[in-house]
């Protein structure tokens, strides 16, 4: 009989820790990592990793999986670049708390703020839960590909809590602040991961409004805070509102809650592409408190921040055309017909874009616009640029665009890099991604469905900074830290991201030879045939959750030992 569950032999393990890869196998028993070394016992199941890396599953910090997670049993892209636990609920935004008559409210900002179509959430959420307790609950009962862990949105607690006077970011009163101190405290009780609050003025509802929790007021956000505090519990999570404020203004707002509630927090940090470097003051406020015992960490996004546009996706830069409305929802084949007429192309080359959503007006910025090819550039230089090559050609930015978007018969893709590409370079990115008191993550996993696919970074970070990067890179072991230890630790997940005896058994065998990103490309498999962009890879020779392997090269084996984490985790011991 089977000494252990699985055992993994002759792989060059890569522990999370930072350190040299080492010869070793390992064996698995109960879900977790019982024995590293010469293993002399037999395993129910045995892989051969001679020649492989054997390193932790990756932990992706940011992600939206909210819905997803009710409505599929695979939290794709994610669970294909590698990652095994997945942080739902970021941005503030999600489904619960929430009363019936409060769900199309909540569909309408998840709409607007994370481009999921509503008819997708209307026909996929089951709504079996009302508070958020409930609805930890419901992902309890599922069985995932992945775990997942989740924060409490406040937008979602300002409505339950407010109602219409929550959805019309009224002023909040002492008896809503006392409500929403105590549905916090009840939320990481019952296994919330924390609160994520955003105040991102990007940040809009389906019909143009700013979100619930935009401009809450600083107490509010300390009443919430203060109910993690009487839980003694729980990690905040906040999108800051730049750079519509300055880092300075926010950050220092950011300290202020931190001390005052005593809880650690995480927050999103990019760089602009030009200007002023001043995110950079942003990690000496945060280094500052953090020497005083502070507890905070910034997510940085390991390549440029960015859009994918095109006619068979959410933003393209004649969406906002007032000619374009006739022919927005033709299928993709006549609609590409009609383009291709030459009336047509006079009549929207002669048109301005009307006002409309701030993702669909970034659709236009021409400096920092370019192919994104097959396989993807993520990092293409300056002179590539649809203003660059307009201006060699000639010709005006809107005739280039217009020509290239028909290409593919209409499926070509344009790549906006609208932050983190400074001077069109990625060395301020370098520069964060080496800083102490920063993680990786933003992989955005579950939402903007149509304009992006950014859960593929696990992918991007393994092969472009460790290999085909010109300049500085980062090492094998490095990267892996940065995708699994680090953020583990951060949000307290302290039982996973390393390869060590007692922890939980989540592993990629990854062949690095081999690792590489494909072209993102369009499918329909949401809820009511629903699109989204979906981005595959290569080297994932194995995807290990907790002993059990969901992948083996790419395809999916429909095993699904994914669970719900509840709340944060300690290290385990030895013992275990």
Known sequence: MAEYDLVIRGGHVVDGKGES?????IAVKNGRIARIGAIEGTGAEEIDATGLLVTPGFVD??????????????????????????VLGNCGVGFAPCRAEDRDTLINVMEGVEDIPGVVMADGLSWDWETFPQYLDALDRRTLDIDVAAYLPHSPLRVYAMGERGAARDPASEDDLSKMRALAREAVEAGALGFAT?????????????????DASEAELEAIAAGLRDA??????????????????????????????????????????????????????????????????????????????????????????????????LPLEEKIAELRKPE???TLLAEDPTDGHPLAVIGRSWDWMFKLGSPPNYAPSPDQSVAAQAARAGVTPTELVYDWLLEDDGNAMLYVAIGNYYDGK?????????????????????????????ASYPTFLLTYWTRDHQGRKITIPQAIKMLAADPAKALGLQDRGVIAVGYKADFNLLDEARLALHAPYVTHDLPAGGRRLDQKADGYVATIVSGTVIARNGQPTGKLPGRLVRGQQPAPTIAA
Request: glycine share 8%; charged share 20%; proline share 6%.
């Open 198 to 214: 955003s105040r991102q003025f990007i940040h809009r509802t389906r019909d143009g409004a700013q979100i619930p929790s935009f």
């Open 21 to 25: 890869p080492f010869a070793a196998d």
């Open 61 to 86: 910090a940011h992600t939206h999986y909210d819905g997803q997670a009710i409505w599929s049993d695979r939290l794709n892209p994610s669970s294909a670049h590698g990652v095994t636990t997945a």
């Open 426 to 454: 990625l060395d301020m990115v370098a520069d964060l991604l080496n800083h102490p008191d920063t993680i990786v993550g933003l992989g955005d996993g579950g939402a903007h469905y149509g304009v992006i696919c950014d």
């Open 344 to 346: 047509t192309r006079a």
């Open 232 to 329: 003694d519990k729980g990690i905040m999570q906040l999108v800051l509102d730049v750079p519509h404020l300055d880092w300075e203004t926010e950050v220092k707002s950011l300290v202020r809650l931190v001390q005052a509630s005593g809880r650690p927090a995480t927050f999103t940090l990019g760089t602009a592409n030009e200007g002023t470097p001043d995110w950079n003051l942003a990690l000496k406020h945060v280094e500052k408190a953090n020497a005083e015992g502070a507890q905070i960490t910034a997510q940085v996004f390991p390549r440029p921040i960015g859009l994918i546009i095109g006619h068979n996706l959410s933003v393209n830069p004649f969406g906002l055309c007032p000619s374009y409305a006739a022919i927005e929802k």
